[in-house]
């Protein structure tokens, strides 16, 4: 059954998205990150252009011809075809249609409030069926 994690409290959401890839890429595990609109997922492909002056971390949009090759797939089309269903990590405001084909889903909430609020209404949806949860709040220790 697909884990997911919640890490709430996170001031930006595209650098917090960077250091999970670079982690994950660290633990070599596959990574799909769901962004909010074409707008955000060019972002985070820039982003992770930038991550570190040493770190490099492979990644492309979904759809590239490398994407089956890459670690880390970005896209914001949740029904696009996916190379692989390690982790999912969600920017977006809503539940994924295709979160139980991954093993783990990290929700990203932000510190905006109807952000938060829609966070909170896809925990209550997890947790009414079934899925393992944890939650981790930025910020404390």
Same mark, same amino acid.
């Given at each position: ?6 890490h ?27 962004? =909010?609109?074409?707008?955000?997922? =060019? ?34 089309? =949740? ?20 979160f ?18 829609e ?23």
């Amino acid at each position: 059954m697909t884990r997911i994690d919640f890490h709430t409290n996170i001031p930006d959401k595209l650098s917090y998205a960077c250091r999970l890839a670079r982690k994950a890429y660290g633990a070599r595990a596959k990574v799909v990150v769901l962004a =909010e609109s074409p707008e955000q997922a =060019e972002a985070l492909n820039a982003a992770l252009w930038n991550v570190g002056d040493t770190d490099f971390i492979p990644h492309v949009l979904a759809g590239d011809p490398l994407a089956p090759q890459t670690p880390i797939v970005i896209t914001d089309n =949740e029904d696009a075809t996916l190379p692989h269903h390690d982790m999912l990590v969600n920017l977006t405001r809503r539940t994924p249609n295709n979160f139980a084909q991954f093993a783990r889903v990290f929700e990203i909430i932000s510190l905006d409030e109807d952000d938060a609020a829609e966070g909170r209404k896809r925990y209550v949806a997890y947790k009414r069926q079934s899925y393992p949860l944890t939650h981790f709040v930025a910020g404390q220790t």
